[in-house]
């Protein structure tokens, strides 16, 4: 079973609208949680991390993390064209001896001019 | 600021054959590096993470073998074996190691079967 799941598969908005993604994980070892994007033809770049209960907020983008339902969502306010890419939810256990960051299957957003 | 070189950025693999990989880090500061596999389905699956110089791991995946050395402070290499499915890998780097740590994603190295 995978262990964070993302929704929806893909999402379309209109320039200047708002994105809203979400994700939830099966695993309450997960403490530590990401928002990755992915533009064609790149590495994904790491966006957000939240760790703590409550929003954070960086510019157009805001995280929020409810621990106790394992749920994070990511809203894009103002969608701008270049933030059409894959958008990537990820986590990792506390106490990880490995750097292993578990990811969801992605969000594919598209913002239409 | 570039933190990861990745080389070749693409290759085509004969069936049957291996192809190795290098990653170069460029901050001495994200001294853990790891891989990543990305699949043609887009999933990002964790492979290795290695520290130190002559550290070795190996692991078989479905459509894919994968030998990794951490050969110096600032190379890692990857080598990948009995590919039937093309597949992207990516070379991570961080600041250290507990659960916290951001993962830096080069620019990955994208192998295409023959």
């Known amino acids: 079973q995978q262990k964070v799941q993302q929704s929806p598969e893909s999402l379309s908005v209109p320039e200047g609208g708002m994105a809203s993604l979400n994700c939830t994980s099966s695993?309450?070892?997960?403490?530590y949680f990401w928002w990755y994007r992915q533009h064609s033809g790149e590495g994904p770049k790491a966006l957000m991390s939240i760790f703590s209960d409550g929003d954070k907020k960086e510019g157009r983008f805001t995280a929020h993390l409810n621990k106790a339902s394992l749920h994070v969502s990511l809203h894009i306010r103002d969608s701008q064209p270049s933030d059409s890419a894959l958008y990537f939810c990820?986590?990792?256990?506390?106490?990880?001896?490995?750097?292993?960051?578990?990811f969801g299957d992605g969000t594919q957003l598209v913002v239409k001019p | 600021v570039t933190l990861l070189e990745q080389n070749p950025r693409w290759r085509l693999v004969p069936r049957g054959q291996a192809v190795n990989l290098r990653c170069i880090l460029k901050n001495s500061q994200y001294p853990w590096m790891s891989w990543y596999q990305q699949d043609l389905q887009k999933q990002l699956q964790w492979l290795f993470t290695l520290r130190s110089p002559g550290d070795k791991e190996v692991k078989s995946l479905p459509g894919a073998d994968y030998l990794a050395t951490r050969v110096t402070d600032t190379e890692l290499r990857l080598q990948v074996a009995n590919m039937s499915q093309g597949r992207t890998l990516y070379c991570t780097c961080s600041g250290g190691l507990g659960g916290g740590d951001t993962q830096y994603f080069g620019p990955g190295t994208r192998l295409l079967v023959l």
């Open positions: 990820a986590a990792s256990e506390q106490g990880n001896s490995n750097n292993r960051i578990f």
């Open positions: 695993d309450r070892n997960f403490q």
